[in-house]
């Protein structure tokens, strides 16, 4: 087709440059491939293109809804990485000499997709959780039906549905992908908690609570780790522990043991956790607590003490501190020696004082209390060479003949009220050797049989009295 040789005021307008020479019967342009609608996912790339022909020169002029594009003057328009502004109406608006013809309208759509992993309950090993994904679309015609995929595939029933079935071992982080007709896809993620017990609660400090002369076993609390119940273990024999009692979680992290005897002998604590599920972790490392002993020399105390021992070899005591007092309530620090000694010799003695041992933990920043005690002991047995009574009346006496013995010794004891008395026999350790309950007469007869020489404790106790006195083996 030919055009004639005037022109409107639209056309000269038109920002197209002009061959100096006049061009002699042009072409005008036209629209030979419209640009074509497009349903392009989120976050990808597209391209529009249009095709004409026409007279030389050609410009182009890409519009979004009836607004140019600036710098879209190609035969091509890209736009990368779509998101949901990016839509709209696009057309091309493509001039020469001649005239201007705008292309057909091209719908750009960008898919959206969401998907839902939803939740799920907490597991206990060996049980199961329904997984279910839900998917929505922007353009749901668009989108079409969706495709499932479910990731790891280890403790699922089926990885290739929007609902399945998880039976994991461990906690376990499933992924469900989402696809839709175009190739559009979306994620999301659900969480399966298996509880198991957490197996690095560990015991803080073991000591000898003064006030009621009882074993006391600390611990930190782990929050959030699916703890239910505290178990506390103690050594009875060498290597075998034994429950002796249980806290909730909700308690304070600390247990008496009001069946220990700190005054005789040392003891190991141990702990565990049961979780909400009923399983019950490993036992933490032991924590065992310092045990004093006392003998004298004329005027010297000589005291010996077990050492503050943590399995875990994460403890090496700086020092041990002596406390002295003039009664269990007044302690006061006396003296200290270095952490690798566990005896100290109490000079000019001339009378009566309780002993006390202490020592500095390396227990958590945060932790409330990082020092242990030992038992209180008491240096009554030593003073006249005599047997003491504590807490009785004075006109009762315990007489022990002869004192030192090779083979017996008869323990006295005055006994007018037929009370009856618990016998107990400790080495310097405090380990007890001997025991007999129920002793309401006022006369024992002592064997050595298989005791070792040396000096042992005797305490006879009832409900209101305790007697205390040593006796020496040769």
């Known amino acids: 087709m030919h055009c004639i040789r005037s022109f409107t005021s639209d056309e000269l307008s038109m920002k197209i440059y002009l061959y100096s020479s006049v061009l002699q019967n042009p072409l005008a342009v036209s629209i030979t491939t419209p640009p074509d609608a497009q349903n392009t996912c989120l976050n990808s790339n597209v391209t529009f293109s249009v095709t004409a022909e026409g007279t030389s020169p050609i410009i182009y002029q890409w519009q979004k809804n009836g607004i140019d594009i600036p710098g879209a003057t190609d035969s091509i328009y890209a736009i990368n990485n779509l998101n949901l502004t990016d839509q709209g109406n696009f057309t091309c608006e493509v001039t020469n000499l001649c005239r201007s013809v705008t ?32 998917c ?17 595939s280890s403790g699922l029933s089926d990885t290739n549905i929007s609902t399945t079935t998880a039976t994991p071992s461990i906690t376990t982080n499933y992924s469900v992908t989402v696809t839709d007709q175009l190739g559009c896809t979306a994620s999301d993620q659900i969480n399966i908690f298996v509880q198991q017990p957490y197996q690095n609660e560990q015991v803080c400090l073991v000591t000898v609570d003064t006030s009621i002369m009882k074993n006391k076993i600390y611990w930190q609390k782990t929050n959030d780790a699916g703890t239910m119940l505290y178990i506390i273990y103690k050594e009875t024999v060498p290597y075998d522990y ?10 304070l992290g600390e247990f008496i043991d009001i069946f220990s005897h700190p005054d005789q002998q040392s003891s190991k604590y141990k702990i565990t956790v049961i979780d909400t599920c009923g399983n019950e972790s490993e036992t933490s490392y032991y924590h065992k607590t310092i045990h004093l002993s006392l003998d004298a020399f004329n005027s010297i105390m000589g005291l010996a003490w077990d050492e503050y021992v943590d399995e875990s070899d994460t403890f090496s005591p700086q020092q041990y501190y002596i406390y002295r007092g003039t009664s269990q309530s007044n302690m006061i620090l006396h003296d200290s020696v270095w952490g690798f ?14 002993y006390m041992i202490g020592v500095y933990t390396n227990n958590p920043e945060n932790f409330n209390g990082n020092m242990s005690f030992s038992n209180i002991i008491d240096n009554c047995a030593f003073f006249n060479n005599s047997s003491v009574v504590i807490n009785s009346d004075t006109d009762n ?9 090779s083979e017996s010794a008869t323990i006295q004891l005055y006994n007018p ?3 009856q008395f618990t016998f107990i026999l400790a080495d310097l350790k ?7 309950d129920k002793i309401n007469n006022n006369e024992i007869l002592l ?4 005791l070792n020489s040396g000096i042992y404790f005797i305490e006879l106790k009832s409900k209101d009295k305790t007697y205390r006195s040593k006796i020496m083996i040769e």
């Open 103 to 134: 292309s057909d309208t091209a719908k750009l759509k960008v898919i959206q997709l969401d998907a839902d992993a939803c939740t799920a309950d907490n597991l206990c090993p060996g049980e199961s959780a329904k997984l279910m994904a839900y």
């Open 136 to 152: 929505t679309s922007n353009y749901p015609v668009e989108s079409g039906a969706f495709g499932y995929l479910w990731s790891p």
């Open 242 to 251: 034994e429950q002796v009692g249980n806290v909730s979680f909700y308690s």
């Open 341 to 354: 000694i566990n005896t100290y010799n109490d000079f000019n003695v001339d009378s009566v004082y309780y």
């Open 397 to 405: 006496e315990l007489t022990i003949y002869p004192n030192p013995f």
């Open 417 to 419: 009220d037929n009370s």
């Open 430 to 436: 405090g380990s007890v050797v001997r025991k007999i």
């Open 447 to 450: 064997l050595k049989k298989n």
